[in-house]
């Protein structure tokens, strides 16, 4: 207890450095764990980009590419899938529900996704978030969209304004200025790709490519005018892929082999879980090397706290020669100094904590709505507490060594130190 | 673990056939003799580079002879293991530094009562008294109860010594040894201050080891011991 108390005092006399290594070793656990956070977050994030969806189906393609266009609206789709196909499927007795995507054409550089009522029914994010409509309704009628969160906020778009669809999806292509859509609904933020695309009803996809010859606009003139078409007489070719859910998990994996050795065409059906974390690795370079960094930090946290205590020992000569005379083993003069490092690594901890998750609650709005990253508040994974572990074990350990060195000058010096 | 001192007849400090050497050097000390009893106030005097604080290093446990014994209190120093031996310090002797002796981050009270803090058989001697009831009386009869609270780094120099010797003293360790206490006082001071020093040395019956180079104070001690003639070098 004597030896806590004067570790305590001891720290306290040194009021600007004691406060100064506990700052820096502070920062450098909420640099380590807000990169941890963040990393989670990032992973769980994208992972999460898409829930409650078992199977991914497209045309024969590269997983990889299926997952890109058909989750976060990217890429290119080689080749489409008949309406046949997907109706095979959407009937099938082992499948829940179907949510049909049809891509291809843009809005100023926003993927127009055609969809039917069950994306907005069934599409779920961040395990059990479904969508929400900020504003009006679901599109239901050939011209109406629906946009993305993001969407309605970079270009400013109200209910009821009329959008020009372009052909393809790269800006500059033909537009589809024939057949403006208008809006009815704006979805809520979801902080995945959704916000950032446009929603259609799959008739307003087949209409707008009415009279259209191979990827080719028709004559100016002889287009078909919006007024003539309506819903009931357009008939649904193809679309890109669909997303599916089944009754039971179990099935599946079943279904995915059915779907791979379909005969009516070449498909293919992805697990968008094994897809992400296939997709996450490739890109996870990038945290490791955070996390390597923000090691280095603590690593250099501990070393200037070895810095202060070390070169605080030939002032402190003194003090050690003082307390052999009254007793103490130079084992406890060495304690002594453990205590202090180990005082020093813990407040330095606990301060950490407080930053990250002060740092967290304040700023997990702003991340959300400026990178799209949720990183939720939770207590520290057992992996954050094994990192917290290895700091303090780490600030025990680097404590020793001018813990050691005080032993030795004690042992050298005993009680005859001339100031 | 240490046994109690009970033999009114049994010198406090006995040196028998020592001979001290540093590592790798000749031999600094080589004393046949000396004894001394419970009770004495004895004077040592030696100018400086005669072996005191060699000696008193041997005294205190810190060093170790290795030919001939030191016994105090009946014990046998060298034959301890060295955790006994810091324990046998912190227990029964009370130290004394020429300057700097206190910690200077603990105030004067925590100062005085770290030396009962920190071995059990002085918290022990203190009986139905709290350490800090008694670290408060003796600081009262050195003059210094308003001065409890204060760092001490902002006492003078008597001050200081005068802390000190209120530590050493805590808990009535049989042996107080003062290392030129008085060096950094002016003569006044240091009649004083070893007015006080045997006062309560005499109220606790602690011998006391006072090592000076400095004779004038000699004539206020029981006995005077010349390290050079007991140093048969």
Known sequence: ?????????????????????????????????????????????FSNTISQTDLIVGARTGPIQL????????????????????????????????????????????????????????????????????????????????????????????????????HGVSEGGPQHDDKPFHVVGILDKTATPIDRSLYITLWGMEAIHIDWQSGAPPEPGSETPASQIKKENIKIGQITAFLLRTKSRVQAVYLQREIDEYEGEPLLGIIPGVALSQLWQGISYAEDGLRLISIFVVISGLLGM???LYTSLNERRREMAILRALGASPRKVLSLLVLESSVLSLA???????????????????????FGLFVPIHAPSSAELSYLGAVLGGGILMGLIPAWKAFRNTLADGLTIRV | MVKVFNSEKQPIVEIRDLEFSYPGSAPVLRIPELKVQRGEKVFIYGPSGTGKTTLLGLLAGVLLCKKG?????????????????????????????????????????????????????????????????????????????????????ELSVGQQQRVAVARALLGSPEMIIADEPTSALDYDHREKFLQLLFKECSQTQSTV???????????????????????RL
Not at chain 2, 223 to 230: D, G, P, T, V, W
Request: charged letters at 20%.
């Open chain 1, 1 to 45: 207890m004597t030896l806590i108390r004067l570790a305590f005092k001891s720290l306290k006399n040194r009021a600007f450095t004691t406060g100064l290594t506990v700052i820096s070793i502070a920062i450098s656990v909420a640099l380590l764990l807000g990169v941890e956070k963040v990393r989670v977050g990032a992973r769980d994030s």
């Open chain 1, 67 to 166: 997952l890109l266009y058909a989750v976060f609206h990217m890429g290119d789709a080689t080749n489409n899938i008949t309406y046949k196909s997907y109706l095979h499927f959407k009937n099938h007795e082992a499948v829940e529900w179907t949510i049909p995507y049809s891509l291809g054409d843009s809005h100023r550089g926003y993927r127009v996704v055609a969809t039917d009522e069950n994306f907005y029914e069934h599409y779920h994010y961040r395990q059990d978030h479904s969508l929400k409509l900020e504003q009006g309704r679901a599109a239901s009628d050939v011209f109406e969209v629906v946009l993305g969160s993001e969407v309605a906020k970079q270009l400013g778009y109200t209910l009821g304004q009329e959008v020009v669809l372009s």
């Open chain 1, 306 to 308: 070895l810095i202060a």
């Open chain 1, 348 to 370: 330095g901890l606990i301060l950490g904590v407080v930053l990250v998750y002060g740092a967290l609650w304040v700023f997990q709005p702003i991340i959300e709505r400026q």
């Open chain 2, 69 to 153: 014994s030191v016994r105090l209190l009946g014990e046998d120093l060298s034959k301890m293991p060295a955790s006994d031996r810091d324990h046998f310090r912190g227990n029964h002797i009370g130290y004394v530094f020429q300057m700097f002796n206190l910690i200077p981050y603990l105030n004067v009270r925590d100062n005085i009562m770290l030396s009962a803090q920190l071995n059990a058989v002085r918290r022990q001697k203190l009986e139905k008294f709290s350490i800090r009831s008694e670290a408060e009386r003796l600081a009262r009869e050195l003059g210094l109860e308003t001065l409890l609270e204060k760092p001490v780094t």
């Open chain 2, 209 to 231: 080891l006072f090592v000076s180079h400095d004779r004038q104070l000699e004539p206020l001690f029981d006995r005077c011991i010349s390290l050079q003639e007991i140093n």
